[in-house]
Antibody, heavy 122, light 108 residues
Framework: EVQLVVSGGGLVKPGGSLRLSCAAS????????MNWVRQAPGKGLEWVSS????????FYADSVKGRFTISRDNAKNSLYMQMNSLRVEDTAVYYC???????????????WGQGTLVTVSS | DIQLTQSPSFLSASVGGRVTITCRAS??????LAWYQQKPGKAPKLLIY???TLQSGVPSRFSGSGSGTEFTLTISSLQPEDFATYYC??????????FGQGTKLEIK
């Protein structure tokens, strides 16, 4: 079955940086769009960013635009999120999730990684 | 931005019972709606997409309906493993996906 393994979370001070990784296996990674979704402690789900299969199309939520950068390495079957200028309100569990084939479309997220906790605190 | 409002936010029901959760969109989204189940400490799991299509492997006691601005998720004959939090997601305004605030289903 499809597997997505998220890593890279941890404790960081406000203004700091962190890089999340999502290792994909058991599917043809380079044919699917991918997404990051986060969930603050005790709160609901928030879409963060999406990237098309060939990285041609990239989108961000307004809350992270200009601070976070999504990328992927299809040769390594991996998705990344570089998070800079972190704020207390970025504290959340971050999930990667598989989207549809090719470009970013109206396709639900059918597989999710286990999530990694990012805590931004002084 | 399209807002999704779920009701109720909390729901208490018994094993074997039937529940319905509603998701209302701030503007029409055709059938571009998905439902997810999330258990504590776990990632969300896709249950239903295109408002009423059951994801592979999801039990048939789950069903979805609706179009436009009003949608429902119904769980018939509740099982112990169904007690979780449920979220709707709109896909109409991709890539600006949005989720409802969630409905927590608890055992009565």
């Amino acid at each position: 079955e499809v597997q997505l393994v998220v890593s890279g979370g941890g404790l960081v001070k406000p203004g700091g940086s962190l890089r999340l990784s999502c290792a994909a296996s058991r599917f043809t990674f380079n044919t699917y769009s991918m997404n990051w979704v986060r969930q603050a402690p005790g709160k609901g789900l928030e879409w963060v960013s999406s990237i098309s299969s060939s990285s041609n199309y990239i989108f961000y939520a307004d809350s992270v635009k200009g601070r976070f950068t999504i990328s992927r390495d299809n040769a390594k079957n991996s998705l990344y999120m570089q998070m800079n200028s972190l704020r207390v309100e970025d504290t959340a569990v971050y999930y990667c999730a598989r989207g549809g084939r090719g470009v970013v479309t109206a396709t639900p997220f059918d597989y999710w990684g286990q999530g990694t906790l990012v805590t931004v605190s002084s | 931005d399209i807002q999704l409002t779920q009701s109720p936010s909390f729901l208490s029901a018994s094993v074997g019972g039937r529940v319905t959760i509603t998701c209302r969109a701030s503007q029409g989204i055709s059938s571009y709606l998905a439902w997810y189940q999330q258990k504590p400490g776990k990632a969300p799991k896709l249950l239903i997409y295109a408002a009423s299509t059951l994801q592979s492997g999801v039990p048939s006691r789950f069903s979805g309906s609706g179009s436009g601005t009003e949608f429902t998720l119904t769980i018939s004959s509740l099982q112990p493993e169904d007690f979780a939090t449920y979220y709707c997601q709109q896909l109409s305004s991709y890539p600006l996906y949005s989720f409802g605030q969630g409905t927590k289903l608890e055992i009565k």
